[in-house]
């Protein structure tokens, strides 16, 4: 058990704090949680500023585990599988999440895991014959649009949501947008795989 994968093991925790955090009833357990009041129209649920945080702090685990794994060598197999789980629980949790309470559409979130989904299955599929996927650009910025849009959700999409500039809702529309774009050119670059006999 080495330290990127001790990282992302404390990444899956955070991903269950992060849960309890956004859906644990605590106003039946008579505690209440202050509300802030910004321009009388915006009211923010400190739950939701708490679970920005910390998926900022997951978030930044996710980059450091990678890095360190690829610097000092110590790639492995657990690691990849650990860090794929790690990232899907993240993300995919805390969309379900925003889209339950009404704070994104639920077309986000079915879009984000359909593709991940098929995505995986191709990699899966090309790893059996050999062959190593690698992250293309077009996953990349669904990814950081994703991760960008989501702590900003959580934000209430502040300083934007002020002006009524929807930031938070434009990103994650691109993330979408570039979550298709990428499951096709993943799909065109290994379909020689898939209908390989």
């Known amino acids: 058990m080495n330290l990127p994968n001790k990282l992302t093991i404390s990444r899956i925790i955070l991903t269950f704090v ?6 644990f009833p605590i106003d ?6 202050p509300r802030l009041f910004i321009d009388e129209a915006i009211v923010i ?12 702090i997951a978030s930044i685990t996710d980059f450091l585990d990678g890095k360190i794994a690829r610097k000092y060598n110590m790639v492995t197999d657990l690691g990849k599988m650990l860090d794929s789980i790690a990232d899907k629980i993240l993300v995919n949790a805390v969309l379900i999440i925003l889209a339950s309470s009404g704070f994104i559409s639920p077309i986000i979130p079915v ?10 299955s191709i990699k899966m599929v090309a790893g059996n014959k050999g062959e190593v996927v690698a992250a293309i650009p077009s996953g990349k910025i669904k990814a950081a649009c994703l991760m960008i849009g ?28 570039f979550a298709i774009i990428s499951a096709v050119q993943y799909y065109n670059m290994n379909k020689k795989y898939i209908f390989e006999k």
Do not use: H, M, Q
Request: net charge negative.
């Open 111 to 120: 879009v984000i895991i359909v593709r991940d989904s098929i995505v995986n």
């Open 45 to 56: 649920d400190l739950r939701y500023i708490i679970a920005g945080i910390l998926f900022i």
């Open 28 to 33: 039946a357990t008579g505690i209440e949680i």
């Open 18 to 23: 992060i849960i309890f955090v956004l859906l």
């Open 150 to 177: 989501i702590v900003l959700t959580l934000f209430y999409n502040l300083p934007f949501e002020i002006w009524n500039i929807k930031v938070s809702d434009a990103l994650l529309i691109i993330a979408c947008v």
